[in-house]
């Protein structure tokens, strides 16, 4: 298991990952989950490093609103791609 390391600096907190595996994209990857504990309904969110895409993956569950509750029909659906470097060309 990869080290990590979080720290707070005003409004943000940082979460380091320690050479995490990021040669595939199965379930060996180090994952982050964010949630929000809120009166505010949210799903969480799933984050990943893709070394072969060079680039962080985001996914979430995908749910169906079944009236009084939420239904989850599908797990880890990517719902963005972010590529590593974010350079004008």
């Given amino acids: 298991m990869p080290s990590f ?10 979460v380091n990952l320690s050479y995490p595996d990021i040669s595939n994209r199965d379930e060996n990857n180090l994952f982050v989950r964010i949630g929000l504990d809120h009166v505010r309904a949210s799903d969480d969110i799933m984050i990943y490093f893709d070394g072969p895409r060079n680039g962080y993956v985001v996914l979430m569950d995908k749910t169906k609103d079944m ?7 599908e797990e880890k659906q990517e719902v963005a791609f972010i590529p590593a470097w974010n350079m004008e060309k």
């Avoid at 390391?5 to 940082?14: A, D, F, G």
């Avoid at 009236?67 to 029909?73: I, L, P």
């Fill in 67 to 73: 009236g009084n509750y939420m239904d989850e029909v």
């Fill in 5 to 14: 390391e979080t720290s707070i600096k005003k409004n943000i907190l940082n």
